[in-house]
């Protein structure tokens, strides 16, 4: 089986434990050597079915245009694959319980995929991998952790979304994405 047919198992599966709900799942090649993770689809994710493509997204991919490279350099996904929805349809923060039932199939993502990097976007989808500790003590930190029986080299940074509420934080948001140019 290709990369892209395993993917599709594992998405198949997931449309099936969840039939009625609007699912985001991955965007980019699996063959690109870095991996970024954010927490789940917001809004506009849900409506174009693709990872990052609102407010958040757009920061994403600017910051990491005016480091030299292309969105499509990378291959996007997220741990919670449907907007966590409040009975308002407002968006709400995936809690720890939705976040594990994304788990394993996150994990087996990752298996597919082989990233030589994975980048972590933001809290929840550090805590999501089980990394512990606070984001502004380990925002731009690169740790060595298993996941299924690979180590992977893991890169922690801000989730753009803490950006947009913060623009003074750009600059480490962008120093910290430089890093990935050392490690692959
Ligand atoms: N925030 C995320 O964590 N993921 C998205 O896909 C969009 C916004």
């Given at each position: 089986?290709?990369?892209?047919?395993?993917?599709?198992?594992?998405?198949?599966?997931?449309?099936?434990?969840?039939?009625?709900?609007?699912?985001?799942?991955?965007?980019?090649?699996?063959?690109?050597?870095?991996?970024?993770?954010?927490?789940?689809?917001?809004?506009?994710?849900?409506?174009?079915?693709?990872?990052?493509?609102?407010?958040?997204?757009?920061?994403?991919?600017?910051?990491?245009?005016?480091?030299?490279?292309?969105?499509?350099?990378f291959y996007v996904t997220n741990?919670?694959?449907?907007?966590?929805?409040?009975?308002?349809?407002?968006?709400?923060?995936?809690?720890?319980?939705?976040?594990?039932?994304?788990?394993?199939?996150?994990e087996k993502e990752i298996d597919v995929v082989?990233?030589?990097?994975?980048?972590?976007?933001?809290?929840?989808?550090?805590?999501?991998?089980?990394?512990?500790?606070?984001?502004?003590?380990?925002?731009?930190?690169?740790?060595?952790?298993?996941?299924?029986?690979?180590?992977?080299?893991?890169?922690?940074?801000?989730?753009?979304?803490?950006?947009?509420?913060?623009?003074?934080?750009?600059?480490?948001?962008?120093?910290?994405?430089?890093?990935?140019?050392?490690?692959?």
């Amino acid at each position: 089986m290709t990369k892209e047919e395993k993917l599709k198992y594992i998405f198949n599966a997931i449309k099936k434990a969840y039939p009625n709900k609007k699912l985001v799942f991955n965007d980019g090649s699996p063959d690109m050597p870095v991996m970024i993770i954010g927490e789940a689809p917001g809004k506009d994710e849900e409506i174009q079915g693709k990872p990052f493509v609102g407010r958040a997204g757009k920061l994403l991919n600017a910051t990491l245009e005016k480091l030299g490279w292309k969105r499509s350099d990378f291959y996007v996904t997220n741990i919670v694959r449907y907007r966590p929805q409040d009975g308002m349809g407002g968006t709400l923060t995936p809690t720890p319980e939705e976040i594990e039932k994304f788990r394993l199939a996150l994990e087996k993502e990752i298996d597919v995929v082989g990233p030589k990097l994975i980048v972590v976007l933001g809290r929840i989808a550090m805590t999501g991998l089980g990394i512990e500790g606070s984001m502004s003590s380990n925002r731009g930190n690169i740790i060595d952790k298993k996941i299924g029986e690979v180590e992977r080299k893991i890169l922690i940074v801000y989730h753009p979304a803490a950006i947009l509420r913060n623009m003074n934080w750009e600059p480490i948001f962008r120093e910290d994405l430089a890093k990935i140019r050392e490690l692959i």
